[in-house]
């Protein structure tokens, strides 16, 4: 089956950059949209980003436009998300996902990384 983990977590301070990968264990020929979704501490899983694998088209909320950047290496099956100018309200941890539809509903996404610990200090 298909496996994904994160990686490129850790600390900044307010104003910082970090940039996270997800790695697939295998050529996701049946998972066309790659996402990013976050958890911050007592909150709801919130949609931070998407692209397609093969074409692009990515998708951003609000809160990630201008700061943060989904890219991807196809050959060798990882996806990146640069994220620039990062406050402590981005402090949570990070996922990323895999689905078969365009869309940022974290309902349609069928596989899942472990996820990554983003925490940036005051």
């Known amino acids: 089956q298909l496996q994904l983990k994160e990686s490129g977590g850790g600390s900044v301070q307010d104003g910082g950059s970090l940039r996270l990968s997800c790695a697939a264990s295998q050529r996701p020929y049946s998972r066309t949209v790659m996402g990013w979704f976050r958890q911050s501490p007592g909150k709801e899983r919130e949609f931070v980003a998407l692209?397609?694998?093969?074409?692009?088209?990515?998708l951003y909320a609000d809160f990630a436009k201008g700061r943060f950047a989904i890219s991807r290496d196809n050959p060798t099956n990882i996806m990146y998300q640069q994220m620039n100018n990062l406050t402590p309200k981005d402090t949570a941890v990070y996922y990323c996902a895999w689905a078969s539809q365009y869309t940022s509903d974290q309902q349609a996404y069928d596989d899942w990384g472990q996820g990554a610990q983003v925490t940036v200090a005051p």
């Open positions: 692209t397609r694998w093969r074409a692009g088209s990515e």
